[in-house]
């Protein structure tokens, strides 16, 4: 049984008090062990009175629940949402629930995991911990991106960890002019330019060299990655800016990636455009601050084993 713990900062209790009671299940490709996992999980949802729905990655194991998209997932009267796989799962699940604050419950079938930190055998505890109110909720902020082309809006898009643009060749370097709030700041010759939330700073801009950010920090972080000059670090910028990158691609073609998996080219001149979203993904926590999240995936007081190379980046498919 567990018990309730006190929120820690940047977390509020949450309570499971609505008359019915609907959970969605989302699960990460091709995971053999699903065939296991889920008709347990669908047997416990039932027996503790869930209407439960699935996608289409689960419905596999699923035989006679209801698929629904991860897009339309949103338009259900849905409590949380259970992400069984790695981060990766948990961004596009994340994405796909935001706008209707919907809870999120990660469970980890990878190696790592920085967001989806519960391991396989604490998801049942962590459910009974849910059915009694010994739960927390943990607000991260997103941010949104628009891609300008000329005068049109071509492309928006809302993002859990991260906004990059990078080049959209091998062989050359991708040019681009940075703005914040109106300002100039400085043209970047880099492989790509991460503009990154609290969250994703422990993602692809800390493997460029940028730093952690707590989730409750409100700002973002700009970082160059495998910059031409040696003097361009990591920016941290308050979330109340607007960040604009501009395009200098010449004839060559550059390209948007958010969180990733999803995105679009740029052609020279074109404008992406970032500020904090409206939305907020909502994280359900059972136990455990993000400090011990750090402790254990990036084995901080550890000494490194011999012959086992350290991670820097934790988060995964």
Known sequence: MSKKTAPAPGQTNWVLNTPTKSVAIISKPNKPELAEIVPGLLGWFRDHGYQVIVDPETAPYAAGITVVERG?????????????????????????????????LGVNLGSLGFLTEVPLEGLYPTLEGIENSCCNLERRS?????????????????????????????????????????????????????????TGST??????????????????????????????????????????IVAKTGEDEAYLSVDGQVGMPLHDGDRVRCRKSDYHVQLLRVKGTFFDV?????????????????????QEE
């Open 203 to 244: 993602a692809y801009s800390l493997a460029a060299g940028g730093p952690i950010l707590m989730p409750s920090v409100d700002a973002f972080v700009v970082t160059p990655v495998s910059a031409h000059s040696l003097t361009h670090r990591a920016l941290v910028v308050r979330d109340t800016a607007q960040i604009e």
């Open 72 to 104: 339309a997932m949103a338009d259900r009267p849905l409590n949380f949402v259970v992400v069984l796989g790695g981060d990766g799962t948990l961004l596009s699940a994340a994405r796909s629930v935001a706008k209707a604050n919907i809870p999120v």
């Open 142 to 198: 997103m941010v949104h991106c628009e891609a300008w082309r000329a005068d049109q809006c071509i492309g928006q898009f809302d993002a859990v960890n991260d906004v990059v643009v990078g080049k959209g060749t091998i062989a050359r370097l991708n040019h681009c002019d940075v703005y914040i709030d109106g300002l100039f700041v400085s043209s970047y010759q880099a492989d790509s330019l991460i503009v990154s939330t609290p």
């Open 294 to 314: 750090l402790r254990t995936k990036l084995k901080w007081g550890q000494r490194a084993i011999e012959g086992v190379p350290d991670d820097v980046s934790g």
